[in-house]
């Protein structure tokens, strides 16, 4: 029994997704979410700036919160430093959250897959890594799309249905015009929009993201290492904010009832 929290954490809220499915499914374990809107966004940072960030985010955490396990609930993030996390804490166990580019290539007709993420997702070798291992003569078309990060940051629930179906053709667009049959949401963020990309995607494209999987990951951790808890469990909500007059922009109204909505308590850092 380890009463500890599992922590999610993200640029902002596109962990979230992540973080909802995970506590409704695993009523019995606490859990911490941490939206660094301090820093965001994390796709415009190059990798040194994002291992200081974190280097320095992860242990604050680690003496606020003593998680029993982190979840990098961010693309940008995990592409760029889960692997120096791991070998700076290394009894702490992360998950990370990547691009689900191999089913995109092994489910590809067309051979050509799109993967929209953030600038610096979209860049990273790990992304032609997985190209090369996976997808012997397909192509894999990235997509920045670091517009889309701030309309779900600060736009999303202000924004009708028609809103947001629109931002989303361009995209599909792109993909359509270079024959391309499967697109990775890989970018956290994105998440949000998921019923409107596979409404417009349909029938000629696939859209691939990893929440349940992640989710299984996280539960088969937890279970594989004895750290299960049931009971009692705390639900928090902090947010780092960066003090500034437009990156503080409120997301849907207040932090606070957005914490309340997802039944976590707010604290402000
Ligand atoms: N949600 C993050 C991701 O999955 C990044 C957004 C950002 O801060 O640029 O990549």
């Known amino acids: 029994m380890d009463k ?10 596109g962990g979230i997704p992540y973080c909802r499915e995970f506590a409704a499914r695993n009523p019995g374990e606490s859990v911490v979410y941490l939206a660094d809107r301090r820093n965001f966004p994390y796709g415009g940072r190059s990798r040194g700036e994002l291992l200081d960030i974190l280097g320095a ?15 990098l609930a961010c693309n940008t993030a995990s592409v760029s430093a889960l692997s120096f996390l791991r070998e700076r804490f290394p009894r702490l166990p992360f998950v990370g959250t990547v691009p689900a580019v191999k089913p995109a290539l092994l489910g590809t007709k067309t051979g050509r897959i799109g993967v929209l993420g953030t600038d610096r997702t979209v860049r990273d070798p790990y992304i032609a890594e997985l190209a090369a291992a996976y997808g012997a003569g397909s192509q894999v078309i990235p997509i920045a799309a670091p ?11 202000l924004a009708g249905e028609e809103e947001r179906r629109r931002v989303l053709i361009p995209y599909l667009e792109r ?48 279970d594989e290492g004895g750290l299960r808890s049931a009971g ?8 780092r904010l960066s003090g500034g007059p437009e990156g503080d ?21």
């Open 147 to 157: 517009e889309l990060v701030d309309f779900v940051e600060y736009r999303y629930a």
């Open 57 to 71: 985010l992860v242990p604050d955490l680690v003496s606020r919160e003593d998680p029993k396990l982190v979840v």
């Open 4 to 13: 500890r929290p599992v922590v999610f954490l993200d640029s902002g809220i």
């Open 175 to 222: 993909l359509r015009a270079a024959g391309a049959d499967g697109l990775v949401l890989g970018c956290t963020h994105f998440l949000f929009l998921l019923e409107e990309f596979r409404r417009e995607a349909a029938p000629d494209i696939t859209v691939y993201e990893s929440v349940e999987g992640i989710t299984r990951r996280i539960e088969s951790l937890l």
């Open 232 to 239: 009692l469990p705390f639900r928090r909500f902090y947010v």
């Open 249 to 269: 922009a409120p997301f849907p109204g207040p932090w606070e009832s957005l914490a309340r909505s997802l039944g976590f308590e707010l604290e402000i850092l």
